[in-house]
């Protein structure tokens, strides 16, 4: 393959240079006097000043046209170096300040955060484990399956290095700050990169674009408002979710560094990317997807890419083919690094217990894209602006730009519903399910904001050198002056909205009333322990609503207490919750203090006469527990804790079916008598999940032991092998020898990796099909009621008729609106987008692919289906989807002989022998009492029944 550079492009933005055919210059093109442009300055402050919003818009036109006359835009302030880099640092300054005086947030997850990287420095780190089982929260759970440890180690670096001299609010706080400066940098440097690649010289004019690109990328970032589950300030620092956004940091960085690796093949380059793609799959479980994307994205680049940068810089030492070869391994060394973590977390899939949010189909996402409307909370004009920078790149075709644009098509691929009911990602490996766009759009910010970048210094030195005409200069650029006017006095309004908070502000304990009731809670706990020190400290945390007031989590780790909190734990991805408050349940977990600021004397009294206060401060009441031992407490039979892994058990000598408060777990084993028994999830009380242990006739005592199984150790094993290597190469990455086979290596041709890449398609999409099968047969067992005693039986037959396409669907309004009957265009018919379509329905655990129909007002809509096959039941989950606040009055039932109608729920399940149907083709009838349409969601599959019991 020829691999001489290819010709530069054009230069970024129209040409400046005079042609030798140019007329001489007018008197248009002279500077305008400076009596005018005080004049046109006092003319804008009158504006500004009487003429409201229409003022405005002038004072903006006249600014601009001075500006242009004046060349203020050329001038040497904007040519320093420093500028762009002082003006990031200002903002970020501002911004995050807090967190540089060593206050860290304390909004939402902050707090589990914070207890979750006490607990790992302090309960695993000292005993030499990076994960494992902790009872400090709930009763019990794995810390590192579900749930990456890389952030809380990196968390409390400042605070192990300086042997606890800087405490871990302060190491906190500080790596809180360095990991927004990182994400800044990222983007930046990303959009930096795009810039060159775009505009291939190395002139000083272009680094100085470039450094204004980064900038300008890396300040979109710092001040992205975001939304829920979309990234930016409101989800990564006010809601906490930063462990996605270190995975994201490192992604975007091994990016950087996989175009080196292609630039110029060495082993340190190569080690480099492989430990920043690997850490990012550590640090967050999407990091994995996120590098699997990346994979065919940067295949896929370098086939129809052209990078005159690289191509210039290339020796004959390094071959295309060579880069091609150096990069996959990138890409397999990274594999290595994570090995363990993917298969670990893979494993624990299940107990996730986290629900998908709504899907967007692909078209939907596309369309969003291109119109700016991408993100919800985003800056209007960024949407804007990325979109010229993505079109710069198709124009040019640059290496880096073509590989961030194939990265972003991936992800909405993956991320979209369309992987769901087409690819059925979800049948390959369940955990997908959470991987629906909203919840991993943050990938694609960085991406996002670095065309942003590229595309506002591309419209600004087009602003700036347009136009450079003779002879009606001046005309123009008043005209072009007056067409902005309104654009840049828009800018100008919303920059409120740019610096409001949250952007503008941290949620820290520090100089906040919060304060006070940190340290109240704090000196209360110290006081209990040093009055007993004997006792254990558990403190149940009890929230008003499931409130974000999460930060007395800091004073309850600092004092190194253990925590129960009812319902949803944050950032805790573990199925296993408390759900109520019963003072005996309670005392069963070895509670003996009660945190809560809810008013629990207007609840069933049981918990509150229970309870005898000790703190008020603000919001939160401190009380003691009576008659609680701190110790936990088992049902027939006695509890004794060694250690968190290690639980011995005296059985009762009249019951044998010991009931355990310890949140079952695939790692615990049971032994009694050196034989393992069966450890069962039961209830233990109402509100509370834990383990039933039958215990045989021995009087031996059960020994419970959490330990890793032996694929587990393997797999870590060989991630740390590899991490070493990594290591190694980037420490003598330079002095290691050149291997004498890499100059024999195949040569490569755009056909060639073409075909590659096909077959690699090809193949992973055998393995997944092959995959799917038995996966959906385990879904459809999971919600099948008849099945819930065979857990041991293999997978049964099941046909799923929705993902078969096999159905059909009648209603009683089927006409097409047209809006020529009524005043209303969609009364009394079925717009094009009410249509039935494939969607999907969520039962925990799994997702199901459901025909989503519209259920017209005082009318019905049924769903038919082919013959079922013999000794099969047939099962229905059906979802009554809400349009608007609330819920239409939608009944539901089948052709059985029982033609009773139910109300649908938010999931309604249904399960009919095939017998009970009176014709071959069962029907699915859904009726609507009210006055509005209603929407609804249905799954069906024909289940095998299960085999008689013996």
Not at 100 to 118: E, V
Not at 793 to 812: C, H, K, T
Request: glycine content about 8%; charged content about 20%.
């Amino acid at each position: 393959m020829d691999d001489s550079p290819p010709p530069v492009g054009e230069p970024l933005g129209p040409s400046t240079e005079t042609p030798r055919d140019a007329p001489s210059p007018t008197t248009s093109d002279a500077p305008i006097p400076r009596r005018a442009q005080l004049a046109l300055a006092g003319l804008a402050l009158a504006a500004l000043t009487f003429g409201g919003t229409l003022g405005l818009w002038a004072c903006a036109a006249i600014l601009c046209f001075v500006a242009l006359e004046t060349r203020v835009m050329s001038a040497g302030v904007f040519r320093t170096p420093w500028l762009p880099l002082l003006l990031v640092g200002g903002v970020f300054v501002a911004v995050c300040g807090p967190l540089l005086l060593g206050h860290p947030p304390a909004s939402r997850d902050h707090g589990i955060h914070y207890f979750q990287a006490r607990t790992f420095v302090y309960d695993l780190l000292l005993e030499g484990r990076l994960r494992g089982w902790t009872d400090r929260i709930n009763h019990g759970l794995p810390l590192g399956d579900s749930y990456p440890m890389l952030g809380y180690f990196l968390s409390a670096l400042l605070h192990i290095l300086s042997a606890g001299i800087i405490s871990l609010r302060v190491s906190y706080a500080l790596f809180m700050a360095a990991l927004w400066a990182s994400s800044m940098a990222a983007t930046g440097l990303l959009s930096a990169r795009i810039l060159r690649s775009i505009q291939p010289d190395t002139s000083p004019d272009t680094a100085r674009l470039a450094t204004w690109a980064g900038c300008l990328a890396g300040l979109a970032w710092c001040v992205d408002p975001g939304s829920s589950r979309e990234g930016g300030w409101n989800y990564l620092m006010f809601h906490g979710v930063w462990p996605q956004q270190l995975s994201v940091t490192l992604w975007v960085f091994g990016l950087l560094a996989a175009l080196d690796v292609h630039a110029r093949p060495t082993a340190r380059r190569m080690c480099v990317a492989a430990a920043l793609f690997g850490l990012s799959i550590i640090a967050h479980p999407f990091g994995l997807l996120a590098t699997c994307v990346t994979v065919p994205a940067l295949l896929i680049a370098i086939i129809i890419a052209q990078d005159p940068s690289v191509a210039s810089a290339l020796s004959p030492e390094h071959p295309r083919a060579r880069r091609f070869w150096a990069s996959l391994g990138v890409f397999v060394l990274a594999s290595g690094v994570a090995a363990g973590n993917i298969f670990i977390l893979l494993q624990s899939e299940e107990s996730m217990g986290r629900g998908p949010v709504p899907w967007k189909d692909l078209p939907t996402l596309a369309a969003r894209m291109w119109s700016g409307e991408l993100f919800q909370s985003q800056h209007p004009l960024i949407g804007a602006a990325a979109v010229v920078g993505v079109l710069l790149v198709l124009r040019r075709r640059s290496l880096c730009g073509v590989f961030a644009l194939t990265t972003i098509v991936g992800i909405f691929l993956v991320g979209s519903r369309d992987a769901l009911t087409v690819l059925r990602l979800d049948l390959v490996v369940p955990a997908l399910k959470n991987v629906q766009f909203l919840r991993w759009s943050v990938f694609v910010k960085p991406l996002w904001y670095a065309f942003a970048g590229v595309g506002v210094v591309a419209a600004a030195r087009g602003i700036a050198t347009w136009p450079r005409r003779q002879g009606n200069a001046r005309e123009s650029r008043l005209v072009l002056c007056a067409l902005l006017g309104p654009l840049i006095a828009g800018g100008a309004i919303g920059i409120t909205e740019v610096i409001s908070r949250p952007v503008g502000g941290l949620h820290t304990l520090e100089r906040s009333r919060y304060a006070e009731v940190d340290a109240a809670i704090k000196a209360t706990l110290q006081d209990a322990r040093a009055d007993a020190p004997d006792v254990g400290l558990r403190v149940a945390f009890l929230r008003r609503d499931m409130s974000g007031g999460t930060y007395p989590l800091f004073a309850l780790a600092d004092v190194d207490a253990d925590i129960v909190i009812d319902g949803h734990v944050p950032a805790i991805n573990f199925e296993r919750r408390v759900r109520s408050q019963g003072p005996g349940l309670l005392r069963s977990l070895g509670v003996t203090h009660v945190l809560y600021d809810r008013p629990l004397d207007t609840e069933p009294k049981s918990l509150f006469n229970e309870l005898d206060p000790i703190m008020e401060e603000g919001e939160y009441t401190l009380a003691r527990l009576r008659d609680s031992d701190g110790e936990r407490v088992a049902q027939n039979g006695r509890l004794k804790t060694i250690d968190a892994r290690n639980l011995e058990v005296t059985v009762s000598r009249r019951d044998r079916l010991v009931h355990l408060p310890v949140a079952p777990y695939r790692k615990w084993i049971a032994t009694q008598d050196g034989a393992e028994i069966e450890i069962s999830p039961a209830r233990f009380q109402r509100g509370l999940t834990g383990m039933e242990i039958r215990a045989n006739e021995s009087s031996a005592p059960i020994l419970l032991r959490y330990q890793e199984p032996p694929a587990e150790r393997a797999l870590s094993t060989i991630s740390t092998i590899f991490a070493l290597l990594c290591l190694l190469g980037v420490a003598l990455g330079p002095r290691l020898p050149s291997l004498p086979f890499t100059a024999r290596w195949p040569t490569l041709s755009p056909r060639a990796a073409a075909h590659a890449v096909g077959a690699t398609v090809v193949v992973a999409g055998a393995l997944a099909y092959l995959r799917q099968g038995p996966q959906l047969l385990e879904t459809w067992r999971a919600a099948t009621p008849a099945w819930d005693k065979h857990s041991d039986a293999p997978p049964p037959s099941a046909r799923d008729f929705i993902d078969e396409g096999r159905y059909s669907v009648s209603s009683s309004v089927t006409a097409v609106c047209d809006g020529m009957k009524t005043r209303d265009a969609q009364a009394e018919c079925v717009p094009r987008r009410a249509r039935p379509h494939l969607s999907t329905l969520y039962a925990n655990p799994y997702l199901y692919r459901c025909v989503r129909v519209r259920v017209p007002a005082r009318g019905w809509t049924e769903i038919q289906l082919p013959a079922l096959p013999r000794d099969a039941d047939l099962i229905v989950l059906g979802s009554n989807i809400p349009a608007g606040p609330r819920r239409a009055s939608i009944e539901v039932r089948t052709s059985a002989t029982d033609d009773t109608w139910r109300p649908l729920q938010k999931l309604s399940r249904l399960s009919v022998r095939v017998e009970d149907f009176a014709s071959e083709q069962p029907i699915i009838a859904l009726q609507n009492e009210g006055s509005r349409d209603g929407v609804a969601c249905v799954a069906v599959a024909a289940v095998e029944r299960p085999p008689p019991s013996e």
